[in-house]
């Protein structure tokens, strides 16, 4: 039930935030979990990173882009899960 190795080896993939290109490593699940999430909000990856980067910077919150992704992630996942324990208890 653990994790593929596959799973645990970060990749690296390039994006660009106002104008700059930088580089993002996350482990594939990551990757997936973003990719859904954005296309949620019907935008793209890259639009999406760049939303989250602009609340870290805004916030002042002193973690690096990669770290404030997987926070963004666990944050959303939990948020699903309350959601779906509320609407089983209506």
Do not use: Y
Request: charged share 30%.
């Amino acid at each position: 039930m653990g994790p593929k190795k596959q799973d645990l080896r970060p990749i690296k993939r390039s994006v660009t935030i106002h104008g700059h290109r930088t580089s993002v490593s996350l482990e594939q699940p990551f990757w997936d979990e973003l990719q859904r999430m954005a296309e949620g909000k019907q935008v793209s990856l890259a639009a999406f990173i760049a939303e989250v980067d602009n609340n870290r910077v805004r916030d002042a919150i002193q973690v690096g882009l990669s770290c404030h992704l997987r926070i963004a992630v666990i944050k959303n996942l939990q948020d699903a899960i309350k959601m779906l324990k509320k609407s089983s208890q209506d």
